[in-house]
């Protein structure tokens, strides 16, 4: 079945600690994306990307990091400069864009907490 | 920049009724606005999408309306199931470049059995 797995589904951070959230597609998708969702708010967009190799802040990158080195692959880091790290994140992907609106495809997440 | 509002953010019904779940948006260059359902511990899921040249569409229990000149779309859930509860978020996407996704903050759907 073709999906985006998420990993961890669960992670704790401890003060001062870097830590990375896994995300995979094999939809052959251009564009991956992570979010953050927060109870009783909407999903925030951290950072996006359109193609291997190239990546844009969203509207909330500050303390976070991202790579993307493979098609499949688009890992998040929540760095120590996060001090409001516990949320809900979510990963997505999509078809290229330029010509069409195509849905996000999303997995289903990776819950971090504070220890 | 683009701005969804959506309500009501939680609705509780009795199992057979129907739910409506409305949204504005505010850019009247979005073009493309999807609907998701998100159940607990999971990620957001596609239930319907509707784009600006249409103005209603259907899927079995589920339907979406658009209004272009008065900015707002609806979802309607008929013959509701305790399995449709869930999280709903609508969202408005504005066309070039990348996928600029604009999200409401959801609304809780209860259907008490």
């Known amino acids: 079945d073709g999906g985006i797995t998420q990993s961890p589904k669960y992670l704790f951070r401890k003060e001062g600690q870097n830590v990375t959230l896994s995300c995979e597609q094999n939809?052959?998708?251009?564009?991956m994306y992570w979010y953050r969702q927060d109870p009783g708010q909407g999903l925030r967009l951290i950072y996006y990307?359109?193609?291997?190799?190239?990546?844009q802040k969203g509207d909330i990158a500050e303390g976070y990091s991202v790579s993307r080195e493979k098609k499949e692959s688009f890992p998040l880091t929540v760095t120590s400069a996060q001090k409001n790290p516990t949320a809900f994140y979510l990963c997505?992907?999509?078809?290229?864009?330029?010509?069409?609106?195509?849905?996000?495809?999303f997995g289903d997440g990776t819950r971090l907490s504070i220890l | 920049g683009e701005n969804v509002e959506q309500h009501p953010s939680t609705l509780s019904v009795q199992e057979g009724d129907s739910a409506v779940i409305k949204c504005t948006y505010s850019?009247?260059?979005?073009?493309?606005f999807p609907w998701y359902k998100q159940e607990l511990g999971k990620g957001p899921q596609l239930i319907i999408d509707?784009?600006?040249?249409?103005g209603e569409k259907k899927d079995q229990r589920i339907a979406v309306t658009l209004n272009k000149t008065a900015k707002h779309f609806s979802l309607h859930i008929t013959e509701t199931q305790p399995e449709d509860s869930a999280v709903y978020f609508c969202?408005?996407?504005?066309?070039?470049?990348?996928?600029?996704?604009?999200f409401g903050i959801g609304t809780k759907l209860q259907v008490i059995p």
């Open positions: 997505a992907s999509s078809p290229r864009t330029d010509y069409s609106n195509q849905p996000q495809h």
């Open positions: 939809l052959n998708h251009d564009a």
């Open positions: 990307s359109q193609i291997v190799n190239d990546f």
């Open positions: 850019d009247s260059a979005s073009n493309y």
């Open positions: 509707i784009r600006s040249n249409v």
């Open positions: 969202a408005a996407l504005l066309s070039g470049g990348y996928q600029k996704v604009t």
